[in-house]
């Protein structure tokens, strides 16, 4: 059972646009929606997060919209950059107990921004 | 300065083989992952220690067991290699102290059997 659900599964974007990706949680157990970027050979990194107290964050060009009754957050990334080109994870985790640690990942979109 | 390093990035093996993955942290966190990333990209945790106390252990084949010596160590060692063991592996850490969302991953080792 997939903890949280991510779409779209690829996006093309021209450079300058705005990349929108959604994802969905099901979980109100969940207090912490980090972002993970991912580059071709490498591992996944923090991008930036958001806990469920705030409906937006924002970090240069990359902003977390949350949506608490909705139960669904989202990445913008603005002004796009062919250096934005990589997979994207969102990801929940709650804290404690025996799932001490646990982040339910995305399925990952994969993004290319064209020049 | 690495702050999570994994050895080696390359691994190629036989079907049958038994092989070793190893990872450090100098990031001075508590808690340890190994994830496997399939050909899909997609993530799935495998096993988490905190304080080398086994936390997680996902629906994982017996034919894999971590160890953890310390804090600062995670092995992954896998017998008897299968065709579907092929994948990417990852180590992460963590530091309980400031939220287990936010983990820093290696940069991978990818196992190919064949």
């Known amino acids: 059972q997939q903890q949280v659900k991510q779409s779209p599964q690829s996006l093309i974007v021209q450079k300058g646009g705005i990349s929108i990706i959604n994802c969905a949680y099901e979980?109100?157990?969940?207090?912490?929606f980090p972002w993970y970027q991912q580059f071709p050979g490498k591992g996944p990194a923090l991008l930036i997060a958001?806990?469920?107290?705030?409906s937006e964050k924002k970090e240069g060009r990359f902003t977390i919209s949350f949506n608490k009754s909705a139960k669904q957050f989202s990445l913008h990334i603005m002004d796009s950059q062919p250096g934005d080109s990589a997979t994207y994870f969102c990801a929940a985790s709650k804290g404690g107990g025996s799932t001490l640690g646990r982040l339910y990942f995305g399925r990952g979109t994969q993004l290319t921004v064209w020049p | 300065d690495t702050a999570v390093s994994q050895t080696p990035k390359y691994l190629v093996t036989q079907m049958g083989n038994d092989k070793s993955i190893k990872c450090e942290q100098n990031l001075g966190h508590d808690t340890m992952y190994w994830y496997k990333q399939d050909s899909k990209k997609f993530l799935k945790i495998m096993f988490s220690y905190n304080n080398k106390e086994l936390i997680i252990n996902e629906t994982v084949p017996n034919r894999f067991s971590p160890k953890s010596p310390d804090k600062a160590h995670l092995n992954l060692h896998i017998n008897s290699l299968e065709l579907g063991d092929s994948a990417v592996y990852f180590c992460?850490?963590?530091?309980?102290?400031?939220?287990?969302?936010?983990?820093?991953f290696g940069p991978g080792t990818r196992l190919t059997v064949t």
């Open positions: 992460a850490s963590s530091d309980s102290r400031t939220g287990f969302g936010e983990q820093y």
């Open positions: 979980n109100t157990a969940f207090d912490y």
């Open positions: 958001i806990r469920p107290d705030v």
